[in-house]
């Protein structure tokens, strides 16, 4: 089984930044893609940008220019830097990754989530 451990959520004023950490574990043969989503009370869950592998990326447009996703594959890891915030990011931020485990078998996990407030 594949887990994924978040980080890097919490409180920041709008204009300023943070970094959100994902750490995928496990017995891993191979992660195709890193993403991450977000999701408000009551809404459905939306993609906030995704990194497969090869670099190709795709992010939500409310996002773009402000945030950048990147991954470290030696460490099974993604991030999301998050700059520029605004009132409106303030989601649960869930990290998912799709691969193949120690077996073969495909997976999509997802993690707990992280809060994300913007606020002043």
């Known amino acids: 089984q594949v887990h994924l451990a978040e980080s890097g959520g919490g409180l920041v004023q709008p204009g300023g930044s943070l970094r959100l950490s994902c750490a995928a574990s496990?017995?891993?043969?191979?992660?195709?893609?890193m993403g991450w989503y977000r999701q408000a009370p009551g809404k459905q869950r939306e993609l906030v940008a995704t990194?497969?592998?090869?670099?190709?990326?795709n992010y939500a447009d409310s996002v773009k220019g402000r945030f950048t996703i990147s991954r470290d594959n030696a460490k099974n890891t993604a991030y999301l830097q998050m700059n520029n915030l605004k009132p409106e990011d303030t989601d649960v931020y869930y990290c998912?990754?799709?691969?193949?485990?120690?077996?073969?078998?495909?997976?999509?996990?997802w993690g707990q989530g992280t809060q994300v407030t913007v606020s002043s």
């Open positions: 998912t990754a799709a691969g193949r485990d120690g077996l073969g078998t495909p997976f999509i996990s």
């Open positions: 496990g017995i891993i043969s191979s992660i195709n893609s």
């Open positions: 990194k497969i592998s090869g670099g190709i990326t």
